[in-house]
Structure formats: structure tokens, C-alpha cells
């Protein structure tokens, strides 16, 4: 019903207080309208650090282990993680709807780990991406791969799908067997991705100078987690790249593939939002897991 008094009875107009709009706590994001900021902060927390967990292998290998059942390995992880980097096949055929993590769509696909993996297109219509309420998509581009252009426009295609619907992107670096992971090809890679429009770039760790990787990018970095170490490891190189100005960590095998899982989980996740360093951490890991020992 309307409310003709409610109006003329308005008087709280806080005359002698400026309006105030927030600062916006993601690198580079400060410029980008309404709904894209807010998926953004779906995925990175107020401290402006996001724990992702990559589980989209099966995209191109098929049930990777500790994929095999995602309903047993990745569902139960869910409530400990601010967002899921998945396949929309899998968002849709086993993980609940009603969680409330940031939803991270794999949306570039092609080979399998059979074939030559740069030869990717793009594998999710921007449209299913609103449907299935994406926080942001997920394209892989393989600088310095066999199809290096056509990976990069992948990531510009979708980029420029994106920025209609107001759906940011991850550019994930994808560093062929052939490539090797130092400073000077991630700077170079990861600077591409956001040049060209990504607003999100995930990228792995390098033990030498992982901060200027982290500098020379406009955009948030993410550190992918790579094979499975040892927990110390793997915690160490999460503070590391935390440490040397990443916002965040997506990690998948050196979680899923733990004996205790949902222990790692809590531990990486004390290493991004609660400034763990990584002996803390083991020691959370140790502490929930009753002593696992990998
Ligand atoms: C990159 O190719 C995909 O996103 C991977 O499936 C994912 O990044 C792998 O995560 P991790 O290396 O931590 O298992």
C-alpha cells in the first residue's frame, strides 16, 4: 500500500554527512559496475582473499582420484571453502544447490589428456553460465602453447560475453610440460590475461621472485595448487604466495587427495583469512586430522 505519510514524515537525511560508499577491497575491481563487483565479493571475503577448490580434472581427465565419487570427496569440503571451481556437469549432477559458496564455472574445453591440450575452445554458452548462477567462468590459456591465439581468444571471447552480463573471468595459466614455471614466463603470462581483460588470474607458485608475478598484475592472483606435496609443503607454498601478494589460493589434488580432507581445508583456509604461518597450519592440519601423515 503506499505510504504518502511515511514520505512526509522523512526527515533522517544526514545533512551535515557525506554520502559514503565503501572502499572496494579487490585489486583492480574498483572501476567495474554493480553486479560484477558483487560476484567478486561472492568469491573473495572481505579480506579480500578467496580459498577456491579446483575440482573441473575430470573436464580432461576423466575421475582423477579423489574425484571419483565428487558427492564424497568434494561435497562434505564445500561448507570450509568460500568458492567451487567446477564443470557445469557437475555442478548440476551432484553438488547441492543450496550451498552457499561462489560458484566457478570451467567454461573452456576441448581435448582430452590424449591429445594436444592447448587445442581448447570455448565449452559453456554465456547464457548457461547466468543460468546456473556463475560467479565468475573459468577459461585456460596456454601462452606459448601450440594454440596459443586461439586460447587467448577464448579468454577475449569470453571476456567480452562476460563483461554483458556481468560475469567475470578467470584466466588460468596453463603451463605446458615444455614451459618452464619461473618469474618470467608467469609475469608474462599472467600480465597477458589481464591486459586483456580478465579480472581474475590464477597462476602457480615459484620459489623466486613470486612478487613480482603478484606486482606486475593489475588483478587479483589466485595460486593453483599443482600435484600433491607433503601437508607442510603444500602449506608452506600457500603462505608463500599469500605472503608475496596473493589473493588467494585454488587448489585442488593437495586437498582432495589428503587422507584428511576436510582437515587440510580448515588449515589452508587458516593460512588465507587468519594469517597462519605454516607450522600453525600443520599444526591445525595435525590437530583435526589426529595425526595424518601425508
Ligand atoms: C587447470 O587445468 C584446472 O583448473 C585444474 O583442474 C586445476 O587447477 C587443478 O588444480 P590442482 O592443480 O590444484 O589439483
Redesign the pocket.
Known amino acids: 500500500m503506499a505510504d504518502l505519510e511515511g514520505n512526509l514524515d522523512a526527515h533522517n537525511y544526514g545533512l551535515d554527512t557525506p554520502q559514503v560508499t565503501g572502499a572496494f577491497p579487490i585489486k583492480g575491481a574498483s572501476s567495474l559496475d554493480f553486479g560484477m563487483k558483487h560476484r567478486l565479493a561472492r568469491i573473495f571475503k572481505e579480506d579480500g582473499k578467496t580459498v577456491m577448490l ?1 575440482f ?2 575430470g ?2 581427465q576423466g575421475p582423477t582420484s579423489g574425484l571419483e565419487r565428487v558427492d564424497l570427496g568434494i561435497v562434505p569440503l564445500a561448507p570450509h571453502v568460500d568458492a567451487l ?1 567446477g564443470t557445469r556437469g557437475i555442478f548440476r549432477s551432484v553438488i547441492p544447490a543450496n550451498s552457499d559458496n561462489a560458484v566457478v564455472l ?1 567454461a573452456s574445453a576441448g581435448p582430452s589428456i590424449l591429445k594436444e591440450l592447448s587445442n581448447e575452445g570455448i565449452g559453456v554458452d554465456i547464457s548457461d553460465a547466468v543460468r546456473i548462477d556463475a560467479a565468475a567462468i ?1 577459461v ?1 590459456v596456454f601462452v606459448g602453447g601450440e594454440y596459443e591465439t586461439q586460447s587467448v581468444l577464448n579468454l577475449t571471447q569470453q571476456i567480452d560475453a562476460g563483461m554483458e552480463v556481468g560475469i567475470p573471468v578467470l584466466g ?1 595459466t ?1 603451463v605446458g610440460k615444455e614451459l618452464t614455471r619461473d618469474a618470467r614466463y608467469l609475469r608474462l603470462a599472467t600480465r597477458m590475461i589481464a591486459e586483456l581483460g580478465a579480472q581474475i588470474v ?1 597462476t602457480y607458485y615459484c620459489e623466486e621472485d613470486f612478487e613480482t608475478v603478484t606486482a606486475s598484475c593489475p588483478v587479483p592472483i589466485i595460486m ?4 600433491k606435496l607433503p601437508a607442510k609443503d603444500a602449506l608452506t607454498m600457500a603462505y608463500n604466495a599469500i605472503s608475496q601478494g596473493a589473493s588467494g589460493v ?5 586437498i582432495f587427495q589428503r587422507l584428511a580432507p576436510i582437515a587440510m581445508v580448515q588449515a589452508v583456509s587458516g593460512v588465507v583469512h587468519d594469517g597462519l604461518n605454516p607450522q600453525q597450519a600443520l599444526e591445525k592440519y595435525l590437530d583435526l586430522s589426529k595425526g595424518a601423515q601425508d
Open positions: 579446483a573441473d580434472h573436464y580432461f571451481m570451467r573459468a585456460q588460468v596453463a590464477k593453483a595448487g599443482g600435484k585454488d587448489m585442488g589434488r593437495n
